[in-house]
């Protein structure tokens, strides 16, 4: 009897465990939806133009190769569903941006909100998700004022912070500098978030160091020419200049320091290290022997230990894009958010954007790109991927190579200074 | 560095005067303001820069091929656009809008061509060494771009005032509907005087990426707005004084930039409140009701 009736209770539990389970699996593919919405901007004209629509491009490629497979595994569904980007074109204007962030959130209802790149247009996009408690997934507005121990809506994935940029490069100043001679410095840099925010990086770590800021002077990031600030700087003797601009800046003025036969012992810039073959077309072998930059992932080749490495990357890029957008460190850029973002969705308990925060924080030290180690801070800042100091040495048929300076650990190389 | 200051913003100046030239040229002979000017000189730009990386042809070569090319598109887009504005109730402002949008339609067209990364051409194409001026050592490309700058301007003082067709270009500008009463093939004078007026764009543009570092398709729009300021400076409608507007501005660019560097996006604004405010007209305001 006691036999009969634990069997029939066996028999029900079982039939209601079943029951219950196809109803749960059919309310669970009830509520999926039918793709998850990732909504973003990019700029295809303006002057964010060439930093935006490398990065869109790279989440492009990868919503085509995620959707030919099925889409990305979303763990609060427990399937792969597919993804659909929502891109709209800001044209590099702060208010089109803005107009169109709100867009995003109140008339898509996107799940994801992606800010375009670069600083500028990003900064508009902050306090907006933070008013709709959207989480922001910043690509790379790293300016500092973004991040705050009271905003938790916002995350920069696939570059650090402005200020923590130049870390390796000031260091090697303060450091290697003195045993090489080098004692007053120069710092021009354009008045942006992006390279303002790079600028008290320097100044922050040359504080009670042995290095004296002789010039620290901004200008306007629509700069096209450098003729006379070169001359301005050379009138001071400094052994080292730093030039801190975005591409327009950083091509202007090493053209304009090539011609004007101007020489600096040492001459830092941004860009040809992060768009190096943009640099080699515009500037010239020539013109990038033996200055120092971020040195590139494509010079470091980080073994990443999910997504592809930089090689299969670059071969993906150029076999969609050919030669109509130029392969560098923004293509990268994008390519590490749209691999933070599928990590997230794999890994968040619920679509809740907090629940999204957590699961993107739970990634931090842990996830390695092509870009290097993944991450942040407590108030959302990235303080990975970061850049060592790289020297440029020309290879002699068109090309450069980079030469690793600092940190010591990672260094290849001993700088050659004063330059050639 | 004030020696150096102002050698560098009288040559950077002569640039803009080109610069500006065929924006000032076309408002003088039409009264419509080209807002597309500076997208022509993108266009003009791009022509250079494909032609040298595809075929390798000296840009300054170019440069010469593009003066026909681009006056022999200006008639057809003459035709096309300006009559219609010319004939409706306020073509001066009407202007501004459909500038505004050809601007926009080509600058978006040109980032579909040419996609939207900056491009140059070597600085060293134009000569790599320096050029020694009065002890103070520049880049030789702008030395060359100040000196087309100068022939361009002698170019259209000769046209303007020794050719017959200048003449009758300038009694165009001076008054229109005299002009037409007196028989004068206003349309043909002012289509000839369009097409030179974005050809002058597109003369500055080969020089573009020898001065500005490098072109965009994005550059149109700033390249009008400092034009503008340039023209109104030298006066509207006088073609001439635009090269005095340009030096002026080169100059103020070059002293803004070694003693407030940061505020030196400010200054084609400045000069144009502080011109419109102290002298509307511009600083040769008389001569082009003169012309």
């Known amino acids: ?420 | 560095m004030l020696e150096y200051s102002i050698l560098a913003g009288i040559l950077f100046g002569l640039y803009f005067g080109l610069v500006a030239l065929g924006l000032n040229l076309i408002f003088g002979v039409m009264k419509i303001v080209n807002l597309a000017h500076g997208d022509f000189l993108m266009l003009g730009a791009y022509g250079a820069y494909i032609v040298f990386t595809d075929f390798h042809v000296n840009p300054l070569v170019t440069l010469l091929a593009e003066i026909v090319i681009f006056v022999i598109i200006g008639f057809p887009l003459y035709y096309l656009l300006v009559p219609r504005l010319q004939a409706s109730r306020d073509p001066e402002m009407l202007s501004l809008i459909l500038f505004f949008g050809l601007s926009q339609v080509i600058e978006a067209l040109a980032t579909l061509g040419f996609g939207s990364s900056e491009r140059s051409i070597p600085g060293t194409v134009l000569g790599s060494a320096p050029i020694s001026i009065f002890q103070q050592t520049f880049p030789v490309a702008w030395v060359v771009s100040g000196s087309v700058s100068l022939l361009a301007v002698g170019a259209i003082y000769v046209y303007l005032y020794r050719t017959r067709l200048g003449q009758l270009t300038r009694a165009v500008m001076a008054q229109r509907e005299e002009a037409l009463s007196t028989g004068i093939d206003v349309q043909r004078i002012s289509a000839i005087a369009f097409g030179i007026g974005i050809a002058g764009a597109a003369v500055a543009g080969v020089l573009s990426p020898f001065m500005m570092g490098s072109i965009t398709p994005a550059m149109g729009v700033s390249v009008t707005i400092t034009s503008f300021a340039v023209i109104v400076m030298g006066s509207l409608g006088n073609p001439l004084g635009t090269v005095a507007g340009g030096i002026i501005y080169g100059i103020a660019l070059m002293f803004m930039q070694t003693y407030f560097s940061s505020w030196a996006n400010l200054l084609p604004y400045l000069l144009l409140i502080a011109i419109l405010l102290v002298k509307p007209t511009g600083l040769f305001g008389r001569r082009v009701r003169n012309a």
């Open chain 1, 1 to 420: 009897m006691v036999r009969r009736t634990f069997a029939s209770l066996l028999i029900a539990a079982f039939v209601a465990l079943g029951v219950y389970g196809t109803g749960a699996q059919a309310a669970q593919a009830a509520q999926a939806p039918p793709f998850i919405k990732i909504g973003t901007l990019y700029a295809s004209a303006g002057p964010f133009a060439a930093i935006s629509m490398p990065v869109h491009k790279a989440l492009q490629l990868w919503e085509e190769q995620v959707n030919a497979q099925g889409g990305i595994y979303v763990k609060p569904y427990g399937k792969k569903i597919p993804i659909k980007i929502i891109a709209y074109d800001d044209q590099s204007s702060t208010s089109t941006a803005a107009t169109l962030y709100n867009q995003l959130i109140t008339q898509d209802k996107v799940d994801i909100l992606v800010s375009d790149s670069g600083s500028v247009l990003t900064s508009v996009a902050v306090p907006i998700a933070r008013e709709h408690k959207m989480l922001l997934f910043d690509q790379t507005g790293t300016g500092m004022n973004f991040f705050t121990a009271d905003n938790p809506y916002i995350v920069l994935l696939s570059d650090p912070i402005s200020n923590l940029w130049p870390k390796n490069a000031a260091e090697f100043l303060t450091k290697e500098g003195p045993k090489l001679g080098i004692k007053r410095v120069a710092l021009l840099y354009s008045t942006n978030d992006f390279t303002g925010s790079q600028a008290t990086g320097f100044r922050d770590v040359f504080k009670g160091s042995a290095i004296d800021v002789v010039y620290d002077h901004g200008v306007p990031t629509n700069t096209s020419s450098y003729t006379v600030l070169i001359q301005t700087i050379k009138a001071l003797n400094p052994d080292a200049v730093i030039e801190l601009g975005y591409p327009n800046n950083d091509i202007a003025f090493l053209r304009d320091l090539q011609g004007s036969g101007t020489k600096f012992k040492m001459v830092f810039t941004v860009y040809p290290g992060l768009e190096t073959d943009l640099l080699l077309k515009t500037v010239g072998e020539k013109g990038l022997a033996y200055t120092y930059t971020y040195t590139p992932p494509t010079a470091i080749k980080y073994k990443p230990d999910f997504g592809m490495n930089l090689d299969a990357f670059k071969a993906a890029w150029v076999k969609k894009y050919k030669d109509t957008t130029d392969f560098g460190f923004n293509a990268v850029a994008g390519y590490v958010t749209a691999l933070v973002l599928e990590k997230t969705l794999a890994t968040t308990d619920t679509m809740d954007q907090m629940a999204l925060r957590k699961a993107v924080f739970a990634l931090s030290g842990k996830l390695r790109t092509l870009d290097g180690t993944f991450m942040l801070r407590s108030d959302g800042a990235q303080i990975g991927e970061l850049t060592p100091l790289g020297q440029i040495v020309p290879s002699g048929n068109g090309e450069v190579k980079f030469v690793i300076l600092y940190p010591p650990e990672a260094a290849n190389g001993k700088a050659v200074y004063p330059a050639p």
